[in-house]
């Protein structure tokens, strides 16, 4: 290894090897130094464009072509080189062959100036690093010179280091970024018995050069969205088909195909089983029934005609029907009433949907559904109660979010939506008005209205609506159907709202006209271009839906920004101040 380092030494110094103070060589070395300081960012620009074909699949080989790379270029070649130049030095102080020529070693025997008196003794005839640090005695300089100097460059060009490793490894977890600190961590200590004067020049070249290193590692960029959602698709466990039960396929006998069954009926939603089963007599004397039974209304009641949800006060109302705060007579809870205006055969299906979408989705940031009943007035959708204030009422009043409240709502609401998608729901409708904040400034997302399931058929033509224009993705606009990117996109529209108080394509004046800018997909140009969040929101609003980041993505990167900052992700959004009692909440 002498020769490849005294090969270096020379190129060293034949590049930077100024006849100045302290000396030719002295120079030399920092040189030499810098050059080695270029071999971890050549490893971190290697694994970035692996990264651009391979995005977060770290399987088996991929994980073994990393390490590899990572040990060869801050642990095993640097610490070859840095020993091999502290080597030479020493050979050529001790009169051995040391690959050098012989005006070299002629100039290498001059004075360098300064404190220099001879550069061949001061570069290879002195203690080591481990002797100078533990024995403080017999050194050039002044034990606290070493000290410092060894702590800072070598603390310095170890940080730098994890960061050109952190910066290959953009958009994915951080784990892999050991691949390069841990072994460079380890080449510094193992570096302990280079000559503590060659040491202290060395790492005197490498720091700035392992600064100016991150500068092509960050121009390789990272890869791209839809790799990385390709490659975190290709990580989830396939679905497991069951188990075929039976005789085997060839001594089943085949059978006569039936006839096709007739087309379906469609029959009005019936009403709830506790609802429509018969009330059993009271017991006399007004004791308990042995069984229990629905508790009948109170007599006089406005519902005592057969709703046992016993309205308290409108919250809100819209084009399709009306919310109302009501009690659960039968378990006496408070809980809230969609009443649909007209009960036709295309709004059951609308509410049997919602009911359908809510009922298999299981998130705490999810509202709840409890029944679907028949109301006097029309079919009602029985859900949890939230106090609180929507999104968008709280930022018209009181102003935008912050970025730390803005990543707390991103990662909250991805990870419900990441919810429903799991179990083949799309919201298709998130807007600033359906995400309500609890007094306790927690996230809930509402209003699954026009959600359905990946494998239904679209709506008929009386419900048309695909969601609100100023929040819609331009691929819905255009009447493509809707995907997990759609609410991707819907979300990080509610997210720079909630950043910047106005929709990412600014307003338009009808509602026709915003349709139209979504289905043309013109560009976002009201972004918060101060916040943190801007690259990440820029990307989830790509027109492209393959291109944009998944939700599991988003929320990897909005977590991992909070973790950095030092705020959890699951603490409130914001302190939402309680209504005073009478004020009414929409809810649409």
Not at 15 to 20: E, R, S, T, V, Y
Not at 250 to 260: A, D, E, G, H, L
Not at 553 to 563: C, F, T
Request: charged share 15%; glycine share 10%.
């Amino acid at each position: 290894m002498n020769g490849l380092a005294s090969a270096l030494l020379s190129l060293a110094h034949s590049l930077f090897g100024p006849g100045f103070c302290p000396g030719d060589w002295v120079w030399a070395t920092s040189a030499a130094g810098a050059l080695v300081a270029l071999l971890p960012p050549i490893g971190a620009v290697a694994v970035s464009v692996i990264r651009k074909g391979t995005g977060n699949r770290y399987d088996a080989t991929t994980l073994s072509v990393f390490g590899a790379i990572g040990l060869f270029s801050a642990l095993v070649l640097p610490w070859l080189l840095s020993n091999g130049v502290s080597g030479v030095y020493r050979a050529a102080f001790a009169g051995e062959k040391t690959g050098l020529s012989k005006t070299e070693l002629s100039t290498l025997n001059g004075a360098g100036g300064c404190w220099v008196d001879n550069q061949k003794d001061y570069l290879g005839g002195g203690q080591t690093v481990y002797d100078v640090l533990f024995s403080k005695n017999g050194s050039d300089l002044p034990f606290f010179v070493y000290l410092l100097a060894f702590v800072v460059l070598g603390a310095g060009s170890l940080f730098f280091v994890m960061l050109q490793g952190r910066t290959a490894f953009r958009r994915g977890p951080k784990w892999p970024s050991r691949f390069f600190w841990i072994p460079f961590a380890a080449m510094l200590v193992f570096s302990v018995g280079m000559e503590a004067n060659t040491a202290l020049h060395f790492w005197l070249g490498f720091l700035p050069f392992s600064v100016l290193g991150l500068i092509p590692v960050a121009m390789v960029g990272p890869p791209p969205w839809s790799v990385i959602n390709r490659s975190d698709r290709s990580d989830e466990p396939p679905p497991r088909r069951p188990e075929p039960q039976g005789p085997p396929p060839s001594q089943v006998q085949p059978r006569p195909t039936p006839p096709p069954p007739p087309p379906p009926v469609n029959r009005p939603y019936p009403k709830t089983a506790l609802a429509s089963a018969p009330e059993p007599p009271s017991p006399p004397g007004g004791m308990l029934a042995a069984a229990p039974g629905p508790i009948p209304p109170p007599p006089g009641s406005r519902n005592a005609g057969g709703s046992r949800y016993r309205r308290v006060k409108q919250l809100g109302a819209g084009g399709f029907g009306t919310v109302w705060q009501a009690v659960d007579t039968q378990l006496n809870r408070t809980v809230a009433l969609k009443i649909a205006h007209a009960p036709d055969r295309d709004t059951a299906e609308r509410m049997q949907r919602e009911a359908r979408a809510l009922a298999v989705v299981s998130h705490p940031n999810c509202v709840k559904v409890y029944d679907l009943a028949e109301e006097p007035d029309g079919l009602a959708l029985v859900m949890e109660y939230l106090e609180g204030r929507p999104l968008a009422e709280l930022v018209d009043g009181q102003g935008p979010l912050d970025d730390v409240a803005a990543g707390r709502l991103w990662a909250t609401m991805a990870g419900a939506l990441a919810a429903a998608h799991e179990k083949g729901v799309l919201h298709r409708d998130i807007k600033p008005s359906n995400i309500v904040l609890d007094p306790s400034g927690l996230a809930h997302l509402i209003d699954f209205g026009i959600a359905r399931s990946q494998g239904d058929s679209k709506m008929t033509a009386t419900g048309m609506m695909i969601g609100t224009p100023d929040f819609v993705a331009p691929e819905q606009a255009m009447g493509s159907p809707a995907s997990p990117a759609s609410d991707a996109w819907q979300l990080a529209a509610t997210i720079s709202y909630a950043l910047s108080g106005q929709p990412p394509r600014g307003t338009r004046e009808t509602p026709m006209a915003a349709l139209m800018a979504a289905a043309r997909a013109d560009p976002v140009t009201r972004l918060p271009q101060r916040s943190a969040h801007a690259r990440l929101l820029a990307a989830s609003l790509d027109p492209e839906p393959r291109r944009r980041p998944t939700l599991n993505a988003v929320r990897r990167e909005v977590e991992g920004w909070l973790s950095r900052a030092g705020k959890s992700a699951d603490g409130p959004v914001t302190r939402v101040v309680p209504r005073q009692p009478g004020s009414q909440l929409p809810r649409r």
